[in-house]
């Protein structure tokens, strides 16, 4: 029995997408996995992980008796409040300190961020690693080119810019000045704020 700290072990069966697991003493996230098993082979499990800190892709084959360990990754709110050169600094939103992270941890992450983004922060051993943005934010459009008069039905679409540098398709009818709500998984646009 394990009463202070346990290492729970995942075997291949166990690894699912969405989990946090251990691998080469790096935390990653189960971005996609398939089950299959060959005769005498055996089974196997085909993954696709994301690196927690880096934010980097790969994709990993486990053997039926391989076994990982998953990983302890903490969260809590924090807010986004400014950006230091290649910094992007944070605030818990419980303990008020703060802390940062390089624009190489956030990755496509810094798209979405302006200041007073409420965001969820991954802790791995009590070290900030990366974080979790909400679904939908609202940003302001910087440019947009002018759509064509009397074209309000239409279903095509323009390039906008957004407050961040994000560029995104979106309706004819958006101007300069508009807010509008993106969706931060697909990097689309959703609707006018």
Same mark, same amino acid.
């Given at each position: #029995? $394990?009463?202070?700290? $346990?290492?729970? #072990? =995942? ?16 935390? +990653? ?8 098993? !060959?005769? /005498?082979?055996?089974?196997? =499990?085909? !993954? /696709?992980?994301? %690196? ?20 302890? *990754? ?7 409040? +400014?950006?230091?050169? &290649?910094?992007?600094?944070? #605030?818990?939103? &419980?303990? +008020? ?10 990755? %496509? ?7 007073? @983004?409420?965001?969820?922060?991954? @802790? ?17 459009? @910087? ?35 508009? %807010? *509008?709500?993106?969706? @931060? ?6 609707? /006018?704020?």
């Amino acid at each position: #029995m $394990c009463y202070v700290l $346990c290492e729970i #072990m =995942l075997s291949i069966s166990d690894i699912k997408t969405g989990k946090n697991i251990l691998w080469n003493e790096t935390p +990653y996230v189960v971005l996609y996995h398939e089950h299959s098993k !060959t005769g /005498r082979a055996g089974s196997v =499990l085909r !993954t /696709r992980l994301k %690196n927690l800190s880096t934010g980097a892709v790969l994709e990993k084959t486990f053997q039926g008796a391989e076994s990982v360990e998953e990983a302890d *990754i903490a969260k809590a709110k924090a807010q986004y409040i +400014y950006k230091d050169g &290649e910094d992007y600094h944070f #605030m818990d939103s &419980e303990s +008020y300190e703060q802390f940062y992270l390089s624009e190489k941890a956030l990755g %496509n992450n810094v798209n979405y961020l302006k200041e007073g @983004t409420e965001i969820i922060i991954l @802790t791995f051993n009590g070290n900030p690693i990366n974080i979790e943005l909400p679904i939908k934010v609202t940003l302001q459009v @910087t440019e947009a080119p002018p759509g064509i008069k009397g074209d309000t039905v239409s279903t095509g679409g323009k390039v906008v810019t957004l407050e961040t540098g994000l560029k995104v398709s979106a309706p004819l009818f958006v101007k300069t000045g508009d %807010n *509008i709500i993106i969706n @931060t998984e697909k990097g689309e646009y959703v609707s /006018r704020a």
